[in-house]
């Protein structure tokens, strides 16, 4: 699971107690936890018992003095929010927009392209009446997750649908993402010309570390698979290095193909060369050259990945970005450079400039190009929702 900022609202269940057990895992995880609880959920579980848990005070009171902003800044602090049990007052006041309390506020405030999740928990008729129903459609409509609810005996003794679903099977909803799996190449190849020496390349991985954390946090099962010396993410589910351009092109191959991916988005600088010979010899990785005299390196040029990946992959559905990196060229001449990438397999390309990239990555400008249409963007974050326009047009 990524180490995410978690917002865990507990509302008046009789299964507050397995919420518990949720959050005890999370933090286990690694996430960061922050937990806010209505005033009856804390007749069912104490807040020492979330405290002890997060190592975080307890929201419970939306005029707390010092603490007046947290129905609003709560919220943007989250990389998501889970209801946890979500009862069925809840619920109905979530649907309905009420904002007399702080859970109520913070569900109101809720930004609408964060991820929400609500784990219902009542019982049976409760659950199964019409008004709870709709309730629980309006808030699937407004774009938050619903999970259904297990079945079998309650609390209140009666059997059927309401029962909270199991801490383990709340922990593996969690880690099945909205939009499913992405793959993110980043950072530099490096191709061997001895044991220690290598020819690369300046790329750093900042720009495709920042799209993963950012694909993360809405809701795609990131995998980051990346060069030598590449920054890393910090929220993307699996981590994977390669070293030489061969390495990455068969990774490639072993990921897109065992796989179903939904995107790909090949933001790795990949050498244009491999070694071919060092001094009219193969290279040789286990041995380290004698450093006096001439050295003479042979080339071979590397296939282009980029218009491969679709042929690579098991889904043909997935869509394809790639990047296109000028030095020093107007930003017309890089975009009609990138231009020249898209094509049938390729469904859009990032075009960069070197020279506007600034080191911190806050203005990074440049352009995307599509079929048909360019986006210009001034930083990452408007190109990563650039990004997920094209993968999800109408939004989920
Ligand atoms: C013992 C007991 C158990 C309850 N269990 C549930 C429950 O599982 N689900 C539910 O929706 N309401 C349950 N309720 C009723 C809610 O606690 C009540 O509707 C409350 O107003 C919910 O407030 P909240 O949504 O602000 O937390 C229970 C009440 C009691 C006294």
Redesign the pocket.
């Known amino acids: 699971m990524s180490k995410s900022k978690v917002l865990f609202i507990l509302?008046?269940?009789?299964?507050a107690y397995k919420a518990c057990a949720v959050i005890s895992r999370l933090v286990q995880d690694g996430c960061e936890v922050q937990t806010v609880a209505?005033p009856?959920?804390l007749k069912f579980i104490g807040a020492a018992t979330l405290e002890g848990l997060t190592g975080k005070k307890t929201g419970v009171d939306l005029w707390e003095e010092g603490r007046a902003m947290d129905h609003i800044q709560l919220s943007r602090w989250a990389d998501y929010g889970i209801v946890c049990?979500a009862?069925?007052?809840?619920c109905a006041v979530t649907a309905a927009g009420l904002a007399g309390d702080l859970?109520g506020a913070i569900l109101l405030a809720w930004p609408k392209d964060k991820p929400l999740h609500f784990f219902p928990?009542?019982?049976v008729e409760?659950y199964n009446n019409a008004v709870t129903q709709e309730n629980l459609a309006k808030l699937s409509t407004r774009g938050f997750t619903v999970h259904p609810t297990g079945d079998g005996s309650l609390a209140c003794g009666e059997t059927g649908a309401g029962r909270l679903l199991e801490p383990e099977q709340i922990l593996e909803t969690l880690k099945t993402k909205k939009f499913g799996s992405m793959l993110i190449t980043a950072g530099p190849t490096r191709e061997p010309i001895d044991g220690i020496r290598f020819l690369s390349n300046v790329s750093t991985g900042q720009t495709a570390a920042s799209l993963a954390d950012q694909f993360s946090v809405i809701g795609w099962d990131v995998t980051y698979l990346h060069g030598v010396g590449a920054k890393l993410p910090a929220r993307a589910a699996r981590i994977i290095p390669f070293g030489s351009f061969a390495e990455l092109d068969e990774e490639l191959r072993r990921e897109l193909g065992g796989n179903d991916y939904g995107a790909v988005v090949h933001a790795a600088a990949v050498s244009d060369y491999s070694i071919a010979s060092v001094n009219g010899a193969p290279a040789d990785a286990d041995h380290k050259l004698n450093s006096a005299g001439e050295l003479s390196l042979g080339l071979k040029a590397n296939h282009k990945i980029l218009p491969r990946l679709k042929e690579y992959s098991r889904s043909k559905k997935i869509k394809v970005i790639g990047f296109k990196l000028t030095l020093n060229q107007d930003p017309s001449e890089t975009t009609r450079i990138a231009q020249g990438l898209l094509g049938e397999n390729i469904d859009a390309v990032v075009a960069n400039d070197w020279s506007m990239v600034a080191q911190d990555r806050r203005h990074h400008p440049g352009v995307l190009l599509k079929h048909g249409s360019e986006q210009p963007f001034a930083d990452l974050s408007t190109l990563a929702k650039s990004i997920q326009i094209l993968l999800y047009p109408g939004g989920k």
């Not at 009862?87 to 809840?90: G, I, Q, R």
């Open positions: 509302t008046g269940s009789i299964a209505s009856s959920a049990p009862s069925a007052n809840t859970v928990a009542m019982n409760m």
